[in-house]
């Protein structure tokens, strides 16, 4: 996919769901789906393997970062309108299994930053809980409310949500399908960073500045390890 400047990475209509740019040595994963709020379809997804994928064959890559270039949105979830449309049960297993890209996600050997301005639910919150830093800014709210609509959260919520804050607060999320605001996360030590709205991009450019510092042979091994203390 063409790979662009971090500064394009601005609302326009002509742009794509979901696009692939770079800054620095960190490969940029920006929504954009404004109509559906950022709902993740299977085009989205099939996207993101290809940024993980990327990830794992370009060893100069140091860094992942999702963002938004949609206003008050990080990802509303997975798009459920996309939910029972393959013709095969039997391919449509077989195509989640040959491309997990949550399980990937999980194991992908590059610091991940998830940039969150607004709601991030369902598989929103799931991506920004498997990245190792979450920059929130204050009117933001994290959920899984799959639940309420009769669903389970597939993409590894529950257990991330579990691991990462006391059980009371967790079972909120997970069980009933509550939102917490990005304060509340804060609290607990989830978010790395409050940030202001009109701060993100320079956010973001300080943070693939600050990965160039480092090896990113050092990172991959030191990502790697830390995986295999936590699984």
């Excluded at 399980?103 to 610091?111: C, G, M, R, S, T």
């Excluded at 899984?144 to 993409?155: N, Q, T, V």
Aim: include cysteine; glycine fraction near 6%.
């Amino acid at each position: 996919m063409l790979i662009k400047n971090l500064q394009n990475l601005k609302v326009n209509k002509k742009m794509p769901e979901i696009t692939l740019s770079k800054r620095y040595n960190s490969l940029i994963v920006t929504f954009n789906r404004p109509n559906k709020k950022n709902a993740i379809n299977l085009y989205m997804r099939d996207v993101l393997w290809e940024a993980l994928e990327l990830i794992n064959l370009d060893k100069e890559i140091n860094g992942l970062v999702f963002i938004s270039s949609v206003d008050n949105c990080f990802s509303s979830g997975a798009d459920i309108n996309d939910f029972g449309t393959s013709g095969s049960i039997i391919a449509s297993k077989k195509a989640r299994i040959e491309r997990d890209v949550w399980k990937a996600l999980n194991y992908i050997d590059v610091p991940v930053l998830s940039v969150v301005d607004g709601i991030a639910y369902g598989a929103g919150a799931e991506i920004a809980l498997a990245s190792d830093w979450i920059f929130s800014t204050l009117r933001s709210q994290f959920a899984l409310p799959e639940p309420k609509i009769g669903y389970m959260p597939a993409a590894g919520g529950t257990q991330l949500i579990i691991k990462k804050m006391p059980s009371s607060d967790a079972y909120k999320i997970a069980f009933l399908g509550e939102s917490l605001s990005a304060l509340r996360l804060n609290d607990f030590g989830l978010i790395a960073k409050l940030i202001e709205k009109d701060n993100i991009l320079n956010e973001v450019d300080e943070w693939c500045s600050m990965l160039l510092n480092f090896d990113v042979n050092n990172l991959r091994t030191l990502k790697n390890m830390y995986m295999q203390l936590h699984r």
